[in-house]
């Protein structure tokens, strides 16, 4: 079994990734930043976030696992006095195929006047005026949809939809369900202009396309990067093909993270 660990450099979580490679090497794991099977993500959901676009030419190989430093997770999800169990459990564990949970990944096509882009994106790709408002043509399966008027979009994967969508009143999704989420970032609604107000969820095989305005400045995100794309015409999400793979050593249950992570245990 080869691994890396990434760790988001605070003094807590630095420790613990010496730590896990201390123990490690007494479990024959091999050290193996190029190649690894499996990456240990040691901060929160954010550095999971990093060592997956880190390892997103590796996706069909590498698997991720996340210990949180801070608050519990939706990724990072193994707590810190767990950490000689998950080292454990890595050098015993021979079939990790067995061992291994799915969940949907983000197709971002970027289209400028030559080419087209490809990303993926773990939680969500968001699309945001700058300066402006964000004036798009939204289609749907390459229909005419809407024209969005507002801050701004958010494309969100289900294990994203706890992120920023959330935020936006979007609704969580099991990452179980191979779906796209579509909410608005404070759309304009009066009568000249119109959107659908609600939040939409596509399923495998559907795709939605957005036309920004020529000439107005847009800040496109995937995950936590600003990607820099210059002038592009459109952009195209939809459920990807490929999946992320998680270690899951011992079952957590979705709805379990998301009560721990929102409503906690405020009637005890
Ligand atoms: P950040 O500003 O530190 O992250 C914002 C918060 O989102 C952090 O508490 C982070 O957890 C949490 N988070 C990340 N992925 C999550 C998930 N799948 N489910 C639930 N919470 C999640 O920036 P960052 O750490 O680089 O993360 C980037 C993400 O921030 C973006 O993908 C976006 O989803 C989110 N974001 C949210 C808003 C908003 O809610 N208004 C605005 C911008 C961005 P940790 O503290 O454990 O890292
Ligand atoms: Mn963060």
Not at 161 to 178: C, D, F, Q, R, V
Request: charged fraction near 25%.
């Amino acid at each position: 079994m080869k691994y890396e660990v990434i760790n988001r450099g605070d003094r807590v979580s630095a420790e613990l990734a010496n730590t896990f490679h201390r123990l490690a090497a007494d479990e024959q794991l091999a050290h193996d930043p190029a190649e690894p099977d499996i990456v240990v993500s040691i901060g929160g959901d954010g550095t999971l976030l990093h060592a997956f676009h880190q390892y997103v030419h590796r996706i069909e190989q590498t698997a991720f696992v996340g210990i949180h430093t801070g608050h519990l997770g939706f990724y990072a999800d193994w707590k810190p006095e767990e950490l000689e169990d998950l080292v454990r459990c890595m050098g015993r564990e021979s079939a990790l195929d067995e061992k291994i949970v799915k969940y949907p990944l983000a197709k971002v096509q970027i289209t400028n006047e030559s080419e087209t882009q490809s990303f993926l994106a773990l939680n969500e790709c968001t699309l945001r005026g700058f300066e402006s408002t964000l004036v798009a043509q939204l289609r749907v399966n390459d229909e005419d949809f809407e024209m969005f008027r507002g801050d701004g979009i958010c494309i969100s994967t289900p294990s994203g939809s706890t992120a920023y969508n959330k935020s936006l009143n979007g609704a969580l999704i099991h990452p179980s369900l191979e779906t796209i989420q579509i909410a608005e970032i404070a759309s304009i609604n009066n009568r000249v202009y119109r959107t659908l107000g609600s939040s939409m969820v596509l399923p495998r095989h559907h795709h939605c396309d957005i036309y920004p305005r020529a000439g107005r400045n847009i800040v496109l995100t995937i995950d936590h990067l600003n990607v820099d794309i210059g002038n592009f015409r459109s952009i195209r999400c939809q459920v990807a093909e490929s999946k992320v793979r998680f270690v899951r050593y011992r079952p957590f249950p979705f709805w379990n993270r998301v009560k721990e992570a929102f409503i906690g245990d405020l009637l005890d």
